[in-house]
Every structure is written in structure tokens, then in C-alpha cells.
């Protein structure tokens, strides 16, 4: 099987990180994504449908197909944004034509697959030519913090090395150029998109640090216990030491990279506008 397992499980808890992720941060990812009316666009792996939303409203006139593998996230999406057209498929086993899309999203979706670089070779056949990719991953190696921590760090390294064991890549976004030169797109632009967060900005200490990093890291325990990776005094300590970044003093950044990319109009990767 090409997709890994989704190490952070498919709980109540977890689609609600998902949508606070998405919220909270759709003016720092979404930015500059907007596709004209008329287009058509597909994203891959949608999952509850946390970032279609932010799609449909930065691309009203866009036709979007939302495309995912697992039915009830698939149903959590119908339930939560209107106007997509939904689909239970395989990244690996799209049932579209050549050709058939303007367009290709795909949000947190590479870091969960054991041959990224073969998914997104796949992608070009249903994406036209001249048509944009776009491609959005973290990487948990840029998580820095104060006060800082070993045992927070070596927290956040039980969920890196869990997801790797699992056969996903939790520090992928630095591997964005490469993965899509490779996978053969023409004129790949990568871009940091950088979340700071102190007292200053509450929204991103609740929204970021603690309901979606913390909140992600937390979701592990019992994986990470399992698995010798930790004991609980050291895990506890890690997590706890993780909070206080987002107590008053405390401060915490994690960069996110953003991709965008051309699939050439011929197989030797030109492409001319």
C-alpha cells in the first residue's frame, strides 16, 4: 500500500484540530490561492473537508472535486462545505482522465505517503499541461520554541518517528523542490509560510500552539508509550514543558512550505505561457 497509515487516527478530537488548523492559519496558507471561475480543480486527499473550505471561498466560481480514501472523513466534508464535488478515490487510482483538471491542491497530504514522488508523478496525468500544482506540508524539524525544552523536543520526536514508522514523513515540506523537479513539474516556486506565536497574538497561541501542534503531539501518548519511545515521567514533562510556550513569556515558531508548480507541456519539463 502506497498511502501510510494516518498516525494521527480518525477520532472526533482530530477533526476538530483539523478545522482549527485550517481556520486558524487559512490567511497564512491560502494566500495567493485562488483559481478563476470556469477552472477546474482537483484536491487530493480533502479528508473532513477542513481546507475546501477555504478553497470554495477564496474560488467561488471554481468547480472543485474533493477526493479522499476514508468514507467518514469523506462524509464529515459533505456535512461541513457545500458546492464541491465529492469523491471516495485512491490518490494513486484517480478515476479521472487525462487532462482532465486546471488544477491540483494538496494540503498535508505527502507527509502520509510512503512514495510521495510517485503520487505526485501520477498527479500530472489528470492535470493538464500548463496547468499549477500547489502543495502545502510542515516539517516538525522548524518547531523552536522558549522556554525551551529536551523534553519537549524529544516529545515532538516520538510523532516524528512514529509517523515514520508508520511509512509518512513528518518533516517533508523541506523536501518540496525536489520531490516535484523530480516528480518532473516545470518552474517549482517553494515559499515558507512562518507562524510566530506570543502573547501578543492569542488567536495563534490558542488556535496554533495549543489546538493544533500541542494538540497533535498529545494525540501520540499512548502510541509513543507503546512503543518504547518514551517513559511517562519524560513524556509528561515534554508535554507540560510545551505548554508553557504558550503561557505568558512563552513564545513558539513552525514553518509550513508552500509549492507551486507547472506540469510542462512536453515530457522534456518546458513549458511556455
Not at 45 to 62: D, F
Amino acid at each position: 500500500m502506497n498511502t501510510a497509515a494516518y498516525v494521527h487516527g480518525y477520532s472526533e478530537r482530530e477533526a476538530r484540530r483539523l478545522g482549527d488548523q485550517a481556520d486558524t492559519l487559512a490567511a497564512l496558507l491560502h494566500a495567493g490561492t485562488a483559481y478563476p471561475a470556469g477552472s477546474r480543480v482537483l484536491e487530493v486527499g480533502c479528508g473532513v473537508g477542513a481546507q475546501t473550505a477555504h478553497l470554495v471561498e477564496a474560488s467561488p466560481g471554481a468547480h472543485i472535486v474533493a477526493v479522499d480514501r476514508n468514507d467518514d472523513s469523506l462524509a464529515q466534508a459533505r456535512a461541513r462545505v457545500a458546492g464541491v464535488e465529492w469523491q471516495h478515490a485512491d490518490l494513486f487510482d484517480l478515476p479521472f482522465a487525462d487532462a482532465a483538471f486546471d488544477h491540483v491542491f494538496a494540503c498535508f497530504v505527502l507527509e502520509h505517503l510512503r512514495e510521495p514522488g510517485q503520487a505526485l508523478a501520477g498527479l500530472r496525468r489528470v492535470l493538464r499541461p500548463g496547468g499549477t500544482i500547489t502543495v502545502i506540508e510542515g516539517d516538525h524539524g522548524s518547531a523552536f520554541f522558549h522556554p525551551t525544552s529536551a523534553y519537549a523536543h524529544a516529545a515532538i520526536d516520538c510523532q516524528v518517528r512514529l509517523q515514520s514508522a508508520a511509512g509518512g514523513n513528518a518533516l517533508i515540506g523541506r523536501e518540496l523542490q525536489p520531490l516535484l523537479s523530480g516528480a518532473g513539474y516545470a518552474s517549482v516556486v517553494v515559499r515558507p509560510r512562518t507562524v510566530y506565536a506570543d502573547g501578543t497574538r492569542p488567536a495563534l497561541v490558542d488556535g496554533f500552539t495549543r489546538n493544533t501542534f500541542i494538540a497533535m503531539v498529545e494525540s501520540v501518548r499512548d502510541d509513543a508509550l507503546a512503543a518504547g519511545l518514551t517513559g511517562r515521567t519524560d513524556w509528561d514533562r515534554g508535554i507540560a514543558d510545551l505548554y508553557r510556550t504558550a503561557d505568558d513569556g512563552g513564545t513558539f515558531h513552525y514553518t509550513f512550505f508552500k509549492a507551486v508548480a507547472v506540469n510542462p507541456s512536453s515530457a522534456h519539463g518546458s513549458w511556455e505561457d
